[in-house]
């Protein structure tokens, strides 16, 4: 879900955009690389993630590699080394 980030984090980024996510499958990609229910995704690899064609753009073709993703956690920026999973 597109959501508005503020403070620190959108002055670091330059931006004030990302996607929140929403929810974790248990024994999914995202739960094995950590990101948690309510980080708010901000980046792929250094590329600005805004809105959901942003993120499926980034990840088209790309199962099973490595990938850095950057969250808003808690108020702070955090880098979260993953390996994008099959669709």
């Known amino acids: ?43 792929l690899d250094g590329q600005p993630i805004a809105q959901m064609d942003d993120l499926q753009g980034l990840l088209a073709g790309r199962a099973g590699q490595s990938a850095t993703a950057t969250v808003v956690r808690a108020g702070a920026l955090h880098e979260i080394g993953l390996t994008i999973g099959e669709k």
């Open 1 to 43: 879900q597109p959501v508005h980030i503020s403070g620190a984090p959108a002055d670091q980024l330059g931006r004030s955009s990302g996607l929140m996510i929403m929810s974790v499958e248990s024994g999914g990609p995202a739960a094995a690389a950590n990101l948690l229910q309510g980080d708010v995704l901000v980046a």
